[in-house]
């Protein structure tokens, strides 16, 4: 298949408390408000080469609304559009959308809604945003925690195999790697990817009713020493750390879990390898070899197990599930919840 997608262009998600969502984001993390509209705020990293890569709507509860991502060419848009379609999904055309233009969205077979989109312009600084260096969209924040970019998006789903084989198929994601359970081969997490990265798009396994759940939100800052820079600023102004500064197996990220105020897992990583092997084979991993943890000695909290929005059931990660979802993942007696198709 000829590369359809070239990376995760934004994300938008919901906040019961827009304002105070917005505020968490501009004062303690260091994006920058760009544009207003419809009730809706959109921010930008220092670093983005678009417009804004994170929209905050309202909602009664955090979640995950829309997940965009650029084609790798205008063809390849038209190509993407017609596998999905043959693929049994069908969306609509939308060219109202603020700094991008036609725009292909559709709900997945698991419930995310999704976006497709070559036509973006590239952002321009205003006068006292610009960079002295060519190739950067604005100056580097003055905030000390202020990410680059927008990393990736990790998502919940009823069947984690199910959808890596669905969006790899059809959109032409590599699948990077699985995580299984240690004494049983039910997968729990994999991470896929459009580019050289370890991944752009995550997912864990999903035991609840509620379609298009997600796990967490991530931004990218250039140096490990950020993460820890970032923890201190959080906890001195009131924010606690979930998990982390810690690094993780599968991709070798350096990472750091927080919340922000509607209850949204936000993640800020570092480092990592690229990959550019064309035929890659994913390799499934066990959480005893560190998938989850490079140094193999950190327990990671139960509330990483938690997914948005709330729903009646449990979600994995790639350091395995709790006794509970260990149980009714393994008992072939247990009642499981049923796959969730697409609306």
Same mark, same amino acid.
């Given at each position: 298949?000829?590369r359809?997608?070239?990376?995760?262009?934004s994300l938008?998600?919901?906040?019961?408390?827009?304002?105070s969502?917005?505020?968490?984001y %501009?004062e303690?993390?260091?994006?920058?408000?760009?544009?207003?509209a419809d009730?809706?705020?959109?921010l930008?990293?220092?670093?983005d080469?678009?417009?804004h890569?994170?929209?905050?709507s309202p909602?009664?509860?955090?979640g995950l609304? &829309?997940?965009?991502w650029?084609t790798?060419? #205008?063809?390849?848009?038209?190509?993407?559009?017609?596998?999905v379609?043959?693929?049994g999904?069908t969306?609509?055309?939308?060219?109202?959308l603020p700094?991008?233009?036609? +725009?292909?969205t559709?709900?997945?077979?698991?419930? @995310?809604r999704?976006?497709?989109?070559?036509? %973006?312009?590239?952002?321009? #600084?205003?006068?006292g945003?610009?960079s002295?260096?060519p190739d950067r969209?604005? /100056?580097r924040?003055? @905030?000390?925690?202020a990410?680059r =970019?927008?990393?990736? %998006?990790?998502i919940?789903?009823?069947?984690?195999?199910?959808f890596a084989?669905?969006?790899?198929?059809?959109?032409?994601? /590599?699948?990077?790697?699985?995580?299984?359970?240690e004494? $049983?081969?039910? +997968?729990?997490f994999?991470?896929l990817?459009?580019?050289?990265?370890?991944h752009d798009l !995550?997912?864990?396994?999903?035991?609840s009713?509620?379609?298009?759940?997600?796990?967490?939100?991530?931004?990218? $800052?250039?140096?490990?020493e950020?993460?820890?820079? &970032? $923890?201190d600023?959080l906890?001195?102004?009131?924010?606690p750390i979930e998990y !982390?500064?810690?690094?993780?197996?599968?991709g070798?990220?350096h990472?750091?879990y =927080?919340r922000?105020p509607?209850?949204?897992?936000v993640e800020?990583?570092?480092?990592?390898?690229?990959?550019?092997?064309p035929?890659w /084979?994913? /390799? +499934?991993?066990r959480?005893?070899e560190?998938?989850?943890?490079? =140094?193999?000695?950190?327990h990671?909290?139960?509330?990483?197990?938690e997914a948005f929005p $709330?729903a009646?059931?449990? #979600?994995? +990660?790639?350091?395995?599930?709790s006794?509970?979802?260990?149980?009714?993942?393994t008992n072939p007696?247990?009642?499981? &919840?049923?796959? %969730?198709e697409?609306s």
């Open positions: 298949m000829a359809l997608l070239s990376h995760l262009l938008e998600i919901t906040s019961p408390d827009v304002e969502s917005v505020a968490f %501009v303690r993390f260091g994006l920058r408000v760009i544009d207003r009730g809706k705020v959109h930008r990293c220092w670093g080469h678009y417009r890569s994170l929209v905050v909602g009664p509860d955090a609304a &829309t997940m965009t650029r790798d060419s #205008a063809e390849a848009l038209d190509e993407a559009v017609a596998r379609e043959a693929g999904v969306g609509e055309w939308r060219e109202d700094a991008q233009g036609r +725009t292909y559709f709900v997945g077979p698991f419930g @995310h999704m976006g497709l989109v070559w036509d %973006v312009p590239p952002f321009e #600084a205003e006068d945003y610009t002295v260096y969209p604005e /100056r924040s003055s @905030h000390a925690a990410p =970019f927008l990393d990736h %998006v990790t919940a789903a009823s069947d984690v195999r199910g084989q669905w969006y790899s198929e059809v959109l032409g994601f /590599r699948v990077m790697a699985f995580t299984d359970l004494d $049983a081969p039910v +997968t729990v994999s991470v990817t459009t580019n050289e990265k370890s !995550g997912i864990v396994v999903d035991t009713a509620t379609a298009g759940r997600v796990h967490h939100i991530a931004f990218w $800052a250039d140096h490990p950020d993460l820890v820079r &970032t $923890a600023l906890l001195e102004h009131g924010t !982390g500064p810690s690094v993780h197996g599968i070798e990220q990472f750091l =927080f922000e509607s209850g949204l897992r800020l990583n570092s480092g990592g390898y690229r990959n550019y092997v035929d /084979r994913a /390799r +499934t991993w959480p005893s560190g998938s989850n943890d490079f =140094f193999r000695n950190w990671m909290p139960d509330s990483m197990m $709330a009646t059931g449990m #979600a994995g +990660t790639e350091d395995g599930v006794p509970q979802l260990h149980e009714e993942l007696w247990a009642a499981r &919840t049923p796959e %969730v697409a």
